[in-house]
């Protein structure tokens, strides 16, 4: 137990303390920081491209909507406007639209590693079908976003406008949250343990969202002011951390509350035996080398007696 274990452990319950060391200890072997890192700047550098090139394909009525989807700044909206001014289909060909879709499955690739270290299952196999799967969890992403702001936009119509984004934008990230290991893993994942990964993402997320609404147009406006683009690029791959590290922490509290303790104890315990199994086979090996380098006394003397020269 680490002194930081300890020290957490000192303000919670008796009963509590399982679990919540079974849990830092999940955390700390996942590596759930570093890993959330990974994920937001994967996300960066292979959402946003997708969504410039479709932004550039549909053309000019389209970049309204990017702004709006990515809640750009009238400043920074205006320089997203003049960058894609007169481009249509040429600017991206067939070459660099299918190099745009083969370098976002980095995203899908890190995914794939993280959910394969939280739930420790196997994934599909390398592949062209595991690529083609990647490609169109990223492809999905892309038009979750795209979705996701459509309904909101539609819930305007709702008698209780408040209510209806939130009850909307809440089954939208249920269903992320399930689909995305589903088609990235495959069937290796039980369907009990994506609809709880995915109902604690949905439940996390209404309070993460209520908190972006107000905290990331301001923090997107301040970065541009003060840093210009490159200040809105720290504060998206900031705001996708923070997405990524939810994604993660509820996929790991659903990994642990869905196997139960004596499950967990009996896992263990089989490793255990395992390495004690391989130990004494270890150790017996090693008894019969040593026996054999030892060897009978009579036999060496006997043996050196016969190789003694003839005088």
Not at 11 to 33: A, C, S
Request: charged residues 15%; contains cysteine.
């Amino acid at each position: 137990m680490t002194s930081l274990t300890g020290k957490v452990l000192a303000f919670v319950p008796q009963r509590l303390r399982t679990p919540v060391v079974t849990m830092i200890d999940e955390l700390l072997r996942v590596q759930i920081f570093d890993r959330s890192m990974t994920l937001a700047a994967q996300a960066f550098t292979s959402i946003f491209p997708l969504l410039i090139m479709l932004s550039a394909l549909a053309g000019g009525g389209s970049r309204q909507h990017l702004g709006d989807l990515v809640r750009l700044p009238d400043t920074s909206a205006r320089l997203l406007d003049d960058a894609l001014d007169g481009s249509r289909s040429n600017a991206f060909g067939v070459v660099g639209g299918l190099i745009v879709i083969l370098s976002a499955t980095g995203l899908a690739r890190a995914l794939v590693r993280a959910y394969r270290t939280v739930w420790q299952v196997p994934g599909r196999r390398a592949g062209a079908a595991s690529t083609g799967w990647q490609i169109g969890s990223v492809l999905m992403l892309v038009g979750f976003l795209i979705v996701i702001r459509m309904l909101s936009s539609l819930t305007g119509m709702l008698p209780s406008p408040r209510a209806g984004q939130v009850v909307v934008t809440a089954l939208a990230d249920l269903a992320l949250a399930v689909a995305l290991p589903r088609i990235l893993l495959g069937p290796v994942v039980p369907w009990s343990r994506l609809l709880l990964t995915g109902g604690l993402f949905a439940a996390v997320m209404v309070g993460v969202r209520a908190g972006g609404a107000i905290y990331l147009p301001r923090a997107l406006q301040s970065s541009a002011d003060r840093y210009g683009t490159i200040g809105l690029a720290f504060t998206y791959i900031g705001w996708l951390y923070v997405l990524s590290f939810c994604l993660l922490l509820t996929a790991i509290v659903a990994g642990v509350l869905h196997v139960p303790d004596q499950e967990r104890q009996d896992q263990l315990a089989d490793a255990d035996e395992q390495a004690a199994d391989t130990g004494e086979h270890d150790q017996g090996g090693q008894r019969q080398v040593g026996q054999h380098d030892e060897g009978d006394p009579e036999q060496d003397r006997e043996h050196s007696h016969d190789h003694q020269p003839d005088l």
